[in-house]
């Protein structure tokens, strides 16, 4: 049979290269949520981007785990020569990797668990006792906006303006077939379902437009379901609002 | 991978194509219990959408709709295409909201305790065949149990037809439409009459078999692997029986 | 298709078979026609042409006279009515039916033999992979720049459903279905299949499925992606029905198929050939089966309520009649999650298998292998509303389902244990099926990592319906399961032709699809986190620069695929002999000749150890 001690070489270089990959890697994911995604609006987007930092980082030294293992197999036992390699050492079981490997995996996986379902509870907690609520239709291919305007009238639109610092509350319903409703700079989305209402919420922080897409298929111009939002100061939302042709 | 390839030429080695009848019927009832799983799990399924539908109860409409009450015709029928421009001409101006009733348990249980009968047909052919060994009494048995699944799909498609249609608005014209209840039971009966026509078309084939002489009293595992499955059909009627005479109507 | 290496069998004449000896794939055709025809014209002409849902049903009536017609041309209805009025096959007509002597010709028929269906699912992958991919490069051609017009708004539409389901179908069978079939029996030490006609049947009816599914192409009008909910079905013209009804007929292939498998490891394994011996890649085999079987009902029953709603106004999706569409989201991802482990499963357990044999060692930890594979599947049937996070159903559930989700982490990490492990220390034999598995270990961590992410709520609420999401899973499905798949294919095709798939156009489709599959996807990456949702048939200038390069890249994976498909096809009959253990392998499949007798053992071994002792000497009778 076969030496144990057949194949072993020294792990300093893998160690070496799992170092350096996951030093790019952290790099990486430091840097490249904030960069690619769109720039933030609010505490729910600052959330989402937190939260694409903290998962890479802790993802990146277990892919760079695994490449480095790949690239360190490739590098020192692929076989060289046109004949049949002979047979390797019949290693069939290891507890103590298969225990480490895993206890490793549930810890990542329990840490991830605990900042989502922490960052869940933030999202969803909040209300503020004074919400703004925005009724949002969507319909093929437009969105328009509700408001509630002065002396109990209603103030229609079909850009969405938002005060800054405020919690805004949506309904969100559909006229016809089922529409994504998201706000890309402000982290939130749900859908527009016909015959009943879904609800996010979200408070804008910084003054400037955002966009509003759909993000479910939703029939021939799904992609020029598309809108402008605005987020204005308390003070010039509340004279656009009065500005508005109120509606019965 | 060692191999000795010496020391197995006994009566089994010549594989697939001639082994013993119980070799291949305890693969054969291992298939059927797998295949009655996978139906199990779509029972399942039908049950969780009974359930869901009844427990959202979307707009109050499980057993309402806006609309106008379907026709009524001879014999209570209604079951069929209709051309809703014919029943437009006497419509009230204004839709209201129609309320069905729960179909007819009665009905429900009788086409249930037929399904059963037939299975207890099949069963007491299985054993005469088996137990008893008298091919006669099989093939007797089992063309009983056939004609009475036959009549438990008359007596499913005559409850299809019961299911009350409401004429409800779309695009402004009046069209034919079931609620979510009633769409629920036509989904569980036609479940039903799908599978009593694969029970008539099995018991169809033991008798014709039986008569044939394709099956005798030593060769009677065909009937037990019928039997397993037409058991579990009634066995799956009186379930969805129980659970949509019982759990019906929205408190 | 055809092999030199065929027996050479003398032209003998023949009885048995019956009617069957006149029936292949062009009566099969001809009646499929003829019965979608008739069903047609009896339909058109009994039903009430005012009532709205006329059309529709006229359109399933004719979908179930063509798949009626097909199974009557072809041949799967003989015996269950030859069965009925008492006329059993003879060993001749078995014989027959199983394709002995009758060459290349047995290809195109109802045949039994499990290795003629291997190959003809082979060939059914690469037909249904080619429509998908041709429908890809469209997509993506319509992409190349922000307002390109290559193909008309609505024909766009329709082809992201298509090519959606197509693929899904191709992959549903890539492992599965040739490999399933062709090497799994032998592996057990069988003479075939445990039902060899349920087996023709599921590969016939799989054809009839996808000549439905692909008509859906002609008739129009599925724009709705490939998920198909309602409401927006209500809009879909008649191709909606055709979809449905070939999905329903669909799920009746799967099932029969993971009962046949299932029932052929458990009842025909020969002697010794205990469960602890079994080869990995049946273990997968039989696992995927069983989440099939769990999974696929729920398809079909989604498929018949989408029915009874077009054709007899029931009310199940239908809000305004007290259904509602998150009944048929719910149903559809029960199914839909398990579905991608019934894809997953078979290629990972392929690439332990292949691992193995390359790296001379035996699978590392075959415990952990099988744990990890009955883990995911086990796992997969609890996560379904991940899926639904943003549709605004039941918001309460999210925290729950975000755990199942997340724990599925924990399973597929053992995969990769295990294959490291098992090249750990190995003499690595680096020919074509090893670098395919290489490539897959690369793309399958992107495609599980970017997997978390999605399954964090606070993240989802950005990404979900973006093209993240597509790139996420187009890294699970083309990344790794057809990395998976290729792989599979390059280390058994010696065993089907007896030829060597060529190394060196191997390798060039390899790098070709290798790096594709990172610009493309990565550059997808980068277009979704910038803000670009799914299914748009045009955007904004800010993701042009992603979009074209993903193009770029999509370009690079089919002309990799146009390479290893004409590799495919070319060493079918001139490629480098490989003699009938080319890879000195030990599983039963190696040690019968190449190709496999038609009932691939004279004698049935007896199995003493597992498959995993490289370098003892082999013994062979």
Avoid at chain 2, 126 to 145: P, W
Avoid at chain 3, 470 to 498: E, M, N, Q, R
Avoid at chain 3, 500 to 508: Q, S
Avoid at chain 3, 510 to 537: C, D, E, K, N
Wanted: glycine residues 10%.
């Amino acid at each position: 049979m076969t030496s144990s001690n057949e194949n072993k070489k020294s792990l300093k270089s893998f160690y070496v290269l799992w170092a350096i990959l996951t030093v790019f890697g952290v790099v990486v994911s430091l840097y490249a949520p904030g960069y690619l995604m769109p720039k933030s609006m609010s505490s729910s987007m600052h959330l989402s981007i937190l939260t694409m930092v903290v998962f890479s980082v802790s993802a990146a030294p277990v892919a760079a785990g695994v490449y480095a293992a790949t690239l360190y197999i490739m590098r020192n036992w692929a076989h060289k020569g046109d004949g049949v390699p002979a047979a390797a050492p019949a290693i069939r079981e290891s507890a103590k990797t298969v225990v480490t490997w895993t206890l490793t995996s549930v810890i990542l996986t329990v840490f991830l668990l605990i900042w989502g379902l922490g960052a869940l509870a933030v999202d969803n907690s909040g209300a503020s006792s004074n919400p703004l609520v925005v009724n949002v239709t969507g319909q093929q291919w437009v969105w328009s906006f509700q408001y509630a305007g002065p002396n109990g009238t209603k103030v229609e639109s079909n850009d969405l303006y938002l005060p800054e610092g405020r919690e805004v509350v949506f309904h969100i319903t559909s006229l016809d077939v089922t529409h994504g409703f998201w706000l890309p700079q402000m982290g939130v989305q749900v859908d527009a379902n016909e015959g009943t209402f879904t609800e996010i919420h979200t408070t804008p922080n910084k003054l400037g437009t955002f966009d509003v897409r759909c993000t479910q298929f939703c029939g021939l111009n799904h992609a020029f379901m598309v809108t402008q939002g605005h987020v204005l100061t308390p003070s010039a939302f509340t004279t656009w609002l009065n500005a508005q042709p109120a509606r019965s | 991978m060692s191999i000795d390839t010496h020391s197995h030429h006994d009566a089994h080695a010549d594989g697939g194509h001639h082994e013993p009848p119980e070799v291949v019927d305890g693969r054969q009832r291992m298939s059927i219990w797998l295949f009655i799983g996978g139906d199990a799990l779509t029972l399942a399924a039908l049950v969780f959408t009974y359930l869901y539908l009844r427990g959202v109860n979307t707009s109050g409409h499980w057993m309402s709709m806006l609309g106008y009450p379907g026709p009524q015709l001879p014999g209570g029928h209604s079951w069929a295409f209709y051309d809703a421009n014919v029943f437009n001409g006497s419509n009230p101006a204004a839709p209201t909201t129609i309320v069905t009733g729960p179909l007819s348990s009665g009905l429900n249980w009788l086409g249930t305790v037929v399904t059963a009968i037939s299975a207890g047909l099949i069963w007491s052919a299985e054993r005469a065949l088996r137990v008893a060994k008298n091919k006669s009494a099989f093939t007797m048995l089992a063309a009983l149990g056939t004609i009475v699944a036959f009549v438990a799909i008359l007596i499913s498609f005559h409850q299809l037809s019961l299911i009350p249609q409401i004429y409800s608005i779309h695009n402004d014209s009046a069209v034919m439409a079931f609620t979510a209840y009633g769409s629920s039971m036509m989904i569980i009966i036609g479940a039903a009459i799908v599978h009593l026509m694969l029970l008539v078309f099995l018991g169809l084939g033991l008798t014709l078999r039986s008569a044939r002489g394709a099956i005798n009293v030593e060769n009677w595992y065909q009937s037990r692997l019928v039997r397993m499955f037409w058991v579990w059909v009634a066995i799956s009627a009186v379930a969805t029986s129980a659970l949509t005479t019982t759990i019906n109507t929205i408190h | 298709m055809t092999t030199t290496l065929e027996h050479k069998a003398p032209v003998i004449k023949h009885e048995g078979g019956g009617l069957a000896r006149h029936q292949n794939f062009l009566t099969a055709m001809i009646g499929g026609i003829a019965g979608a025809f008739i069903a047609w014209a009896i339909a058109h002409h009994l039903l009430d042409q005012n009532v709205r849902t006329t059309s529709d049903a006229v359109a399933v009536l004719t979908g179930c006279g063509w798949i009626v017609g097909f199974w009557f041309g072809i041949g799967a209805l003989n015996a269950p009515f030859a069965w009925l009025v008492g006329k059993d096959q003879t060993r001749k007509d078995q014989l027959y039916y199983a394709g002995e002597d009758q060459g290349t010709k047995r290809y195109w028929k109802y045949c039994t033999d499990h290795k003629v269906v291997g190959v003809q699912y082979i060939v059914m992958t690469m037909v249904l992979l080619g429509a998908g991919g041709i429908l890809a490069m469209a997509i993506r051609t319509e992409l190349i720049v922000p307002g390109n017009h290559f193909v008309n708004q609505q024909v766009y539409n329709g082809f992201i459903a298509v090519h959606g389901m197509l693929m899904i179908l191709a992959l549903i069978v890539a492992v599965a279905g040739p490999w399933g079939n062709f090497v799994v029996p032998i592996m057990c030490g069988a003479k075939d299949m445990a039902f060899p006609r349920l087996n023709a049947l599921s590969l016939w009816t799989l054809v009839a499925a996808a000549g439905l599914l692909l008509t859906t192409l002609a008739v129009g009008s599925l724009t709705m992606g490939w998920v198909v909910l309602a409401p927006i079905t209500d809009q879909a013209g008649v191709g909606m029905d055709f979809f449905a009804l070939a999905i329903l007929v669909f799920t009746v292939s799967t099932t029969v198929a993971g009962v046949n498998t299932i029932c052929t490891v458990f009842t025909m394994r020969t002697k010794g050939m205990t469960l602890e011996r079994l080869p990995i890649m049946v273990w997968g085999a039989i696992i995927a089966a069983a989440l099939g079987l769990y999974a696929f009902p729920y398809f079909s029953l989604v498929e018949a309520l989408q029915i009874l709603d077009r054709t007899f106004s029931t009310s199940f999706f239908v809000g305004t009649g007290g259904g509602t569409g998150w009944l048929q989201a719910n149903l559809f991802w029960l199914m839909g999650h398990p579905e991608v482990y019934v894809i997953l499963i078979p290629a990972v357990a392929a690439l332990f298998e292949i691992s193995a044999v390359m790296a001379r060692k035996p699978v590392f930890s075959y415990r952990t292998a099988i744990a990890g594979m009955v883990g995911l599947a086990g796992l997969s049937i609890l996560v379904w509303a991940h899926h639904m996070f943003t549709t605004g159903w039941a918001p309460t559930l999210g925290g729950p389902f975000m755990v199942t989700t997340e724990l599925i982490s924990i399973p597929t990490g053992l995969f990769f244990l295990v294959l490291i492990g098992t090249l750990w220390r190995g003499n690595i034999w680096m020919k074509l099926p090893t670098v395919w598995m290489f490539g897959f270990i690369a793309n399958f961590i992107i495609a599980g990592i970017t997997g978390i992410y999605l399954s964090d709520i606070p993240i989802d609420n950005q990404l979900h319906g973006t093209m993240f999401v597509t790139a996420h899973f187009h890294y699970v499905f083309v990344g790794s399961v057809l990395f998976g798949a290729i792989a599979a294919l390059a280390f058994w095709y010696p065993k089907v032709t007896g030829r060597f798939l060529d190394e060196k156009l191997g390798r060039i489709a390899f790098w070709l699809a290798f790096i594709g599959v990172q610009v493309t996807f990565m550059s997808m990456f980068v277009s979704g986190l910038r803000g670009m949702p799914r299914r748009y048939s045009s955007y904004s200038f800010i993701f042009e620069h992603t979009n074209f390069i993903t193009t770029i890249g999509a370009y690079m994976i089919m002309a990799g695929m146009l390479v290893l498909g004409g590799a495919v096809i070319y060493c079918w009959n001139h490629g480098e002999p490989s003699g009938s253990n080319p890879w000195h392998a030990n599983s039963l499949e190696w040690l019968v000749s190449t190709p496999p007798p038609l009932e691939n053992f004279d004698v049935l071994p007896v199995i003493t150890e597992d498959p995993y002792n490289f370098g003892k000497e082999l013994v062979r009778s």
